[in-house]
């Protein structure tokens, strides 16, 4: 239960400085959209660019099983890095982006 709470801290305090950042052009904002409950966290980027739409999951990371599953990662370096950084170790982070076949080859969790 103390590496559930420690993982969900890291990821909060990973993703939180994503929504400080401007965007250069456009009115868009990144929002947090956390649900400690279900354990899954995202942040979706939402406002208009001149006049198109935008709406989409920047990141989106859920913890199942007591790994930390990678479902989407739209960043230009990697929140990947982020986390080992912060102290999740890599064989807890799974990279679900990866079709199961290639996890292996990752340096990551399989599953």
């Not at 890291?10 to 052009?25: C, E, F, N």
């Not at 799974?94 to 292996?104: K, N, T, W």
């Amino acid at each position: 239960m103390e590496e559930l709470i420690k993982y969900r801290q890291i990821i909060k305090d990973t993703l939180i400085p994503y929504t400080q950042i401007p965007y250069s052009h456009g009115d868009i904002v990144c929002n947090p959209v956390f649900d400690e409950m279900h354990d899954s966290y995202l942040l979706m980027t939402l406002g208009w660019d001149d006049k198109t739409r935008v709406h989409g999951c920047l990141i989106h990371l859920d913890i199942i099983d007591g790994k930390v599953w990678v479902q989407r990662d739209e960043t230009e370096d990697g929140v990947t890095y982020e986390l080992v950084d912060a102290g999740i170790p890599k064989d807890r982070i799974v990279l679900g982006f990866h079709p199961a076949s290639v996890r292996p080859h990752t340096g990551y969790a399989v599953a």
